[in-house]
């Protein structure tokens, strides 16, 4: 990939600035796409009986991930924007590209009938995230991180229109213990939450193996049953949603060249999503907490570049907007009497 150099980013510029006592607001930024997969997912739980605290990985999934031994799994893609001052990540969409099955080896499990993306939620921005480690250090290391906050969907939106719920379980209709019915946090109003009835299908054949890969773990699983009820698959692929959505997260962007020098360079991005989420288990009444860590590799640029924005080079003069001009201006007039004096010495000289 070529370097970019420019304007906006060069010592010049900065320097210019920095004599005009302004601060730069938005400027221009990268845009990047990369492809790359998942490479693990781990799930603890506290607080709920019967249950290890210690991280689990899922009982049941398909594609495997690498963490397991039999990956790459989920085929995903990233696209992200940028700042080229700050270094802020100002937007992203990370897509999971293809079709699988998930359960943790409880009663809920999940099918994704196509692909999903996550992408940067309402809440997701400076007010949450912030660079940790900057895009100017010689170690090539950029790091955006973005805190967690229980039910604060604070930094990636799930938009997973091809979700079933599906459940071992579907003659049992208690909300929590069929399909996707567990009140992570209580559903927003007007949610039906959804169950498998018994007027199923089954979509996992028990002991499944695919392409020559187990489903579970340890080869065998019960069957897993979808709802052929369009009511019911319409409340969970909201509630699949609205359980998807990410808490926190953060990108570790390996480049070359620097931010300030103006020939950044993305090389690879290690993405990072969580969900925290706090529920009662009604058996007991216990505050029962999930921890879900969901790791990808994005080891292929795909492409990158680099663009201005609406307001480039935009800036809030500190010394007011008529002093900026009048340095701006005595530039140009240096630069101008310069060239004339060059010119004269040229013509002297001939």
């Known amino acids: ?123 997701y921005g400076p007010a949450v995230c912030s660079v940790t480690h900057g895009g100017n250090d010689l170690d090539g290391t950029l790091v955006y991180d973005c805190p967690s906050i229980f039910y604060a969907e604070n930094f990636a939106s799930l938009n997973a229109t091809g979700s079933l719920c599906a459940t071992p379980n579907p003659s049992i209709l208690a909300p929590g213990a069929n399909g996707c019915g567990a009140p992570w946090g209580g559903f927003p109003a007007g949610f039906s939450t959804p169950v498998v009835s018994t007027r199923a299908g089954i979509a996992v054949p028990a002991n499944a193996v695919v392409d020559g890969t187990s489903v579970s773990l340890n080869g065998i699983n019960p069957p897993a049953y979808v709802s052929l009820d369009p009511v019911q698959n319409a409340n969970g692929i909201e509630v699949s949603e609205f359980q998807g959505n990410r808490t926190s997260g953060n990108f570790s962007i390996q480049h070359t060249d620097t931010l300030a020098g103006g020939d950044f360079v993305v090389t690879k991005i290690d993405y990072t999503q969580i969900l925290d989420v706090q529920f009662v288990n009604t058996s007991s009444n216990p505050i029962v907490t999930a921890h879900v860590v969901d790791s990808f590799e994005f080891n292929t640029v795909v492409s990158q570049d680099f663009a201005l924005s609406a307001n480039d080079a935009k800036a809030v003069p500190a010394m007011g907007a008529l002093s900026l001009t009048a340095l701006l201006g005595g530039l140009v007039s240096v630069a101008t009497a310069l060239y004339q004096r060059r010119r004269l010495k040229v013509r002297n000289n001939k």
């Open 1 to 123: 990939m070529n370097k970019m150099r420019h304007l906006s980013t060069t010592p010049l510029f900065s320097a210019i600035l920095a004599l005009s006592g302004t601060t730069v607001t938005s400027a221009a930024s990268y845009n990047v796409s990369l492809s790359g997969f998942a490479i693990d997912q781990i799930t603890t739980i506290q607080n709920l009986p019967g249950v290890p605290t210690a991280p689990l990985q899922p009982q049941y999934q398909l594609p495997r991930l690498g963490a397991y031994g039999t990956g790459p799994g989920w085929n995903s893609t990233l696209e992200l924007t940028i700042d080229a001052i700050s270094g802020e990540v100002s937007d992203f969409t990370m897509s999971i590209r293809e079709a699988g099955i998930y359960g943790s080896g409880g009663p809920q499990w999940l099918v994704r009938t196509d692909e999903h993306e996550y992408s940067a939620s309402p809440l």
